[in-house]
């Protein structure tokens, strides 16, 4: 995907260096409280509580200073390392800019609906997005048309309910999409982003994805053309007077080497769209950014361009294992949760096995944990989900596999939240109910039927 020149300078890693060059150097701070100052000054405070969080959090606590510009390059105005690293996290991703987020995708999804104005705006939703989505429209006062979305569709409900509603007569200023779900489902994006071009050719359009769960796609050639972004350049390079602008939230964490809440939030539009972006991280993101995050973002973008391919390879050929282990098993079966056909795709990385009824589900994702120390975050019904993530080994897959065929049979239900106008079981955070629907039988079982989830 890179040329040699180029993997070479995706790989450099400009921000972390600076944090580690001060990471170890024993700065003394006269700021904020440095919880760092622990690992350079052991002598400082020699409590049992103290030496408790040396412990458990080691050569973490070194990167926790309380630097900024002119030292380490600041947050809301990056002219140097951060800066740099942000670039070449862009260029990377196929981005025109790229903003780092420390607060998750919850922070990064906020950014983004600050930034594209969606105050007193019609924004067509797909309903089933993440919840911090539906509560920032909701706290910002957006004028909000639900999609209702099915894997079945052989046409996103987004675009067929942006087709009905041009139709009519009426408008849509922004439109939010989930490109990727918790489940394996994948927005097929291309087709997608075709038909928003369809519709929006001359009117032109803004547009938050949130495709949380797939940032590691970018850099394996086969799963590349998956994506978000991938989509929108090959649509843009065909419709270069398309007067689109796009925005695309990442939480890279969720499969990329970065800490948590490490998000990217990615620009492709116009220059004032860049700018929108920065004005709204400064007054969204909290003016205490981890610093430890911030060089994670940094250094994942570089491991992912240097290992990604090989590593989401290896994954994926675990990811078959699980798929044979259903083929030869008699109590196992592979479920799909869309068929590769219409509106969605299956994400290959995730595999979903289906034990026969809920109650052995339950057992069996009991006994991974408890016999075996296998942690499965996902029951639906009487399906277990399977992450293959860069970060699973060949061992703990054959561990994975022992366990499966030893073990057979199975606990009870998750609490829902409930907002005062939303129904939400989490995780992951997926809406059940939104605001204006109606609370009917079918749906309530069908809640009950989701509410099987982590313990």
């Known amino acids: 995907m890179w ?109 983004a609906l600050e930034a594209l104005r969606v105050r007193g705006a019609r924004v067509l939703v797909d309903r089933s997005v993440h919840q911090s989505i539906h ?149 969204v993101h909290t003016t205490s950014p981890s610093l430890p995050v911030l060089a994670s973002l940094d250094l994942a973008r570089a491991h992912a361009v240097a290992e990604g391919a090989a590593l989401v390879d290896t994954a994926l050929a675990q990811a078959d294992r699980l798929r044979e282990l259903s083929r030869r098993v008699g109590w196992l079966t592979e479920h799909r949760p869309v068929a590769s056909t219409g509106a969605y795709l299956a994400d290959p990385m995730k595999v979903h096995l289906d034990l026969g009824t809920p109650e052995r589900a339950q057992e069996v994702r009991a006994a991974l944990f408890e016999e075996y120390g296998i942690f499965v975050s996902r029951q639906d019904g009487s399906t277990l989900l399977f992450t293959m993530h860069i970060g699973v080994t060949r061992a703990q897959v054959d561990l994975l596999v022992e366990a499966l065929e030893t073990v057979c049979c199975g606990d009870g239900p998750e609490c829902a939240c409930a907002d005062e106008r939303y129904i939400i079981a989490y995780p992951p955070g997926i809406p059940l109910q939104v605001p204006g629907e109606q609370l009917t039988s079918p749906p309530l079982r069908r809640a009950g039927e989701e509410l099987y989830s982590t313990f």
């Open 135 to 283: 509560f920032a429209l909701d706290r910002l006062g957006a004028d909000v048309l639900y999609a209702r979305t099915s894997p079945e569709d052989v046409e996103h409900g987004v675009i067929t309910t942006l087709r009905q509603t041009l139709a009519a007569g009426d408008s849509v200023d922004v439109v939010v999409v989930g490109a990727s779900a918790y489940d394996g489902s994948l927005v097929q994006m291309r087709r997608f982003v075709t038909s928003l071009h369809e519709l929006t050719a001359t009117s032109g359009c803004r547009v938050l994805v949130d495709e949380a769960w797939t940032a590691i796609h970018a850099f394996h050639p086969g799963l590349r053309r998956l994506t978000a972004l991938d989509a929108i350049r090959e649509v843009l390079a065909d419709h270069p007077d398309w007067p689109a602008s796009f925005l695309v939230a990442h939480s890279t964490h969720k499969s990329m080497l970065a800490l948590r809440q490490g998000s990217y939030l990615h620009v492709v539009g116009p220059d004032s769209l860049r700018a929108d972006v920065r004005a709204a991280l400064y007054r």
């Open 3 to 111: 040329t040699t020149a180029q993997r070479r300078r995706l790989t450099e890693t400009p921000y972390a260096d600076a944090l580690d060059r001060h990471a170890g150097s024993g700065i003394s701070s006269f700021h904020a409280l440095p919880v760092g100052s622990l690992a350079h000054a052991p002598d400082a405070d020699t409590s049992p509580l103290a030496e408790r969080t040396r412990r458990l959090f080691g050569g973490y606590l070194a990167t926790e200073l309380t630097l900024g510009s002119p030292e380490l390059d600041s947050f809301f105005r990056a002219h140097r390392q951060l800066a740099r690293s942000r670039r070449l996290t862009a260029e990377a991703f196929g981005a025109d800019d790229t903003q780092y987020v420390t607060t998750g995708t919850t922070g990064a999804n906020q950014v």
